[in-house]
């Protein structure tokens, strides 16, 4: 009786062993799988962190280089504006010299100014505004420039006859503008501030020039700008295309 209690009492030792045994395996085998899934989570959130650095950098970098391309562009077109507004400063002060140093050949561009003025406007009764210094000038070209006229009108409008007197405007002389001579400067030493004197708005052109002649109608509704601001500012932008594409290629 003794020998089975003892055999029973090893046999439920020996099972408790087993059991025991058993629970050890499966929390060692719980604990392997919860810790595995824990280094695969914090080695992707390392991985994730080190992509986002990753994406950070490329970004700031691709930032960095859009910053300096752009810059680049900038002083780029700041340059070519800097020469393109040299060139038209430089070409202004050479037709200010030319019409200041000869007569003959400003008289001659006035009278063009003034046949150009009437075939636009083409009234019986004609305006003319112009510098102080000019009047002796207009009114010197003012029959010549009629007799062209009128025979443009003849040869275009079968022998059309139009009358056509020109008043000129001596209480309200258009304001002179001086121009500077930059043309001893380098394209670097001219700044583009200084391009700012170079063009005159379009509410003050009607106002000043450096030469050149306004026209209107006799009850000055309708106005035809023919002054040399107007005119070569006129000139230059038909031909930027030309000029870009010599300066800096297509």
Not at 54 to 63: L, S, V
Not at 138 to 167: H, M, P, T
């Amino acid at each position: 009786m003794m020998q089975d209690q003892i055999s029973l009492a090893e046999f439920v030792l020996q099972e408790a062993r087993e059991k025991c045994f058993e629970i050890e395996v499966k929390a060692f085998k719980q604990f392997e799988k919860e810790k595995k899934q824990i280094v695969e989570k914090e080695k992707s959130n390392i991985q994730e962190e080190i992509n986002n650095k990753f994406k950070k950098k490329a970004q700031q970098e691709r930032i960095k280089h859009s910053a300096l391309v752009n810059g680049a562009r900038m002083r780029l077109m700041n340059a070519r504006n800097q020469a393109l507004t040299k060139i038209f400063s430089d070409s202004q002060y050479q037709i200010y010299k030319m019409i200041r140093q000869d007569e003959k050949f400003y008289e001659e561009l006035l009278k063009n100014l003034i046949v150009q003025g009437l075939i636009k406007l083409f009234e019986h009764e004609v305006v003319v505004r112009c510098l102080h210094r000019d009047i002796r000038h207009v009114r010197n070209v003012i029959d010549d420039a009629i007799s062209e006229f009128q025979d443009i009108l003849r040869n275009e409008l079968n022998g059309l006859e139009f009358e056509v007197k020109i008043e000129i405007d001596e209480e309200k002389c258009l304001d002179e503008r001086t121009l500077i001579d930059n043309s001893i400067k380098s394209v670097q030493d001219y700044s583009l501030q200084e391009s700012a004197s170079e063009v005159i708005s379009k509410t003050e052109n009607d106002k000043k020039c450096f030469g050149g002649i306004l026209m209107t109608n006799k009850d000055g509704l309708i106005v035809c700008k023919n002054t040399l601001d107007v005119r070569t500012e006129q000139t230059f932008q038909d031909s930027l295309p030309i000029i870009r594409s010599t300066l800096f290629g297509k």
